[in-house]
């Protein structure tokens, strides 16, 4: 465990929600010493305009989710001794605080990872405050993962934020301004075609989505399942292939050896880092993170931690503009 939960003492009132608004539910976390909160969370941040997503001035991170409970607003903050205090406010906030130690990676267990590369070693050294998060919530990791299919981050990331405002709900409890929660299924559903035009979706990944959220449901099973078989649970889905759900079950069920494949930019990233070959392709890279095993998530993580990269030759790819056509 990469902590101890230490759930105070309740108070007499622990509902979300009051007449005339919200009231927090506390809870703290007696965090291993060292743990990184930003760096732990960090993957859940789908661009710096993330509606779901605000990092405070202060260190603390605040998430909008919608959780089996409803939606909920979740602010979490470094405490001045030591360990982590939380807050939750919403329908949701008992689960979401039910599932902290989770989310700051109490689940996850750095002390597998062995490093057999002098830079993963490095990396491992400078970054050891880094957990692997987990979620416990499919949905809101695989529909923006499915956005991000073949195009740029920032398209990705302006589509997430407009669909996310437009059709989500405000964040319960005293969420900074702007955040929303995602919307709920049927909602995604109603979503009319030439919305998705406008945010800048193609067809072909908002029909992904849609299939998706019907059967959301048995979707959200796999966070309960191995990481394998958590992948083929999503894979079932016409659009979802090793990528997107790789990308998913890293979030939702904080699995260390799900490795990206069919990635543009990984392979050679991880070429160029173990064995200075900026063209290699997904085999030689599953070559190259062979030697971790039941880790290669971490493995890649730290390598993209260690900022060598292969220097550009080419310009970034130019997005594209679907609601101009």
């Given amino acids: 465990m990469a902590g101890r939960f230490a759930p105070r003492t309740p108070t007499p009132t622990t ?12 809870r703290s976390f007696d965090l291993e010493q060292g743990v990184d909160l930003g760096l732990t969370l960090g993957p859940l941040r789908r661009g710096p305009a993330d509606p779901t997503f605000r990092a405070g001035r202060d260190g603390s991170v605040w998430r909008a989710s919608r959780t089996p409970d409803g939606p909920g607003t979740l602010r979490v903050a470094v405490r001045a001794g030591g360990g982590v205090a939380a807050e939750a406010w919403g329908p949701g906030a008992q689960w979401l605080l039910d599932g902290l130690p989770a989310l700051l990676g109490a689940d996850d267990d750095p002390a597998a990872f062995v490093p057999r590369h002098r830079l993963v070693a490095a990396a ?12 416990g919530l499919v949905m809101e990791s695989l529909i923006p993962s499915i956005l991000e299919q073949k195009v740029t981050t920032d398209e990705a990331y302006r589509a997430w934020r407009l669909l996310v405002r437009k059709y989500g709900e405000p964040a319960p409890g005293p969420a ?34 849609l299939r998706a959220v019907r059967v959301a449901p048995r979707m959200e099973e796999a966070a309960g399942m191995e990481g394998r078989k958590a992948q083929e649970r999503l ?6 292939g ?17 490795v990206t494949v069919g990635d543009l930019h990984l392979p050679g ?16 890279m599953l070559e190259l993170l062979a030697p971790y095993e039941g880790q290669r998530h971490r493995a890649a993580r730290l390598i993209l931690l260690s900022g060598r990269v292969p220097p550009r030759r080419a310009p970034r790819m130019t997005p594209g503009n679907i609601a101009s056509l």
């Fill in 15 to 26: 509902r979300t929600t009051l007449r005339g608004g919200h009231v927090p539910v506390p």
């Fill in 124 to 135: 491992h050294r400078r970054r050891a405050g880094l957990r692997l998060t987990r979620t």
């Fill in 176 to 209: 900074p301004d702007g955040m929303h929660v995602m919307p709920d299924t049927r909602t995604w559903r109603q979503i009319p075609s030439w919305e998705w035009h406008r945010a800048g979706v193609d067809d072909k990944r908002a029909a992904t989505i």
């Fill in 235 to 240: 894979e079932l889905i016409p659009g979802i």
């Fill in 242 to 258: 090793p990528w997107t759900s790789a990308e998913t079950i890293q979030r939702s069920n904080g699995a260390p050896d799900a």
């Fill in 269 to 284: 990233i991880v070429g160029y880092a173990l064995a200075g070959d900026r063209t290699a392709d997904d085999a030689a």
